[in-house]
């Protein structure tokens, strides 16, 4: 069964700076999906990047970008020039690659605190 | 992107009884999730809808206590049965857009007192 694990139950950050946040998974599989996805307050679930396994480039929306590295099954996500909007829980996931209906597995989520 | 639209947001319900939380969406997907997340905690699936046939349910969470309707390809409905305080979570909906994309409802925050 696939695991994701992140390791930093919270995370501060100083307004404008950057922060990583890790995860790292444990599969069987070659070809996944990964993501990161950001739940602020409103309990609305976000997603913030995701990740092809078979892709080597490492995804980049704007202020995101992950560190994908596949053999030490590590995932990743940078946060630049934080914002106060960026405080929230982060989640990294799994999801089996073209498997219509495969489930989404979670790490145990990061908190981001931003600091004015 | 889909949207969807999930009720209640919030709910604080006597122990004994039962909840049923919507979920609609505004195009036809095949697949709808239903996920718990316990205070503090990360999110689990507790069941897959699958328009026409019967959820299928993740170890630890059973029909008799968590049934699952899918009457069609953009609505679903998830009831919390004979509550404890222990039911007490977030409960969110998700559906699958495309391949490999995932949006999720904004959340039930239930409550059982």
């Known amino acids: 069964a696939q695991t994701v694990t992140q390791s930093q139950p919270e995370m501060s950050v100083q307004e404008a700076e950057t922060v990583t946040l890790s995860c790292t998974y444990d599969?069987?599989?070659?070809?996944?999906?990964l993501f990161w996805y950001k739940q602020p307050p409103s309990r609305q679930m976000i997603l913030v990047i995701r990740?092809?396994?078979?892709?080597?480039q490492n995804a980049t929306e704007n202020r995101f970008s992950v560190n994908f590295q596949k053999a030490a099954k590590s995932f990743s996500l940078k946060i630049s020039d934080s914002q106060l909007g960026d405080a929230a829980m982060y989640f990294c996931a799994y999801r089996r690659f073209k498997a219509a209906g495969n489930k989404l597995t979670f790490g145990g989520g990061t908190r981001v605190l931003v600091k004015p | 992107s889909a949207v969807i639209s999930q009720k209640p947001s919030r709910d604080i319900c006597q122990r004994g009884t039962s909840l049923t939380i919507q979920c609609q969406v505004d195009?036809?997907?095949?697949?709808m999730f239903w996920y718990r997340q316990q205070p503090g905690q990360s999110l689990t699936l507790i069941a897959t809808?699958?328009?026409?046939?019967?959820?299928?349910?993740e170890s630890g969470f059973v029909i008799d206590k968590f049934p699952i309707s899918r009457p069609n390809l953009t609505f679903s409905t998830l009831t919390v049965s004979n509550m404890s305080p222990e039911d007490s979570s977030i409960y969110l909906c998700s559906v699958e857009y495309r391949e490999s994309e995932a949006f999720f409802g904004q959340g039930t925050r239930l409550t059982v007192v």
């Open positions: 599969t069987s599989e070659s070809d996944y999906y």
């Open positions: 990740q092809e396994a078979y892709k080597q």
């Open positions: 809808a699958n328009q026409g046939s019967e959820a299928t349910y």
């Open positions: 195009s036809q997907v095949t697949m």
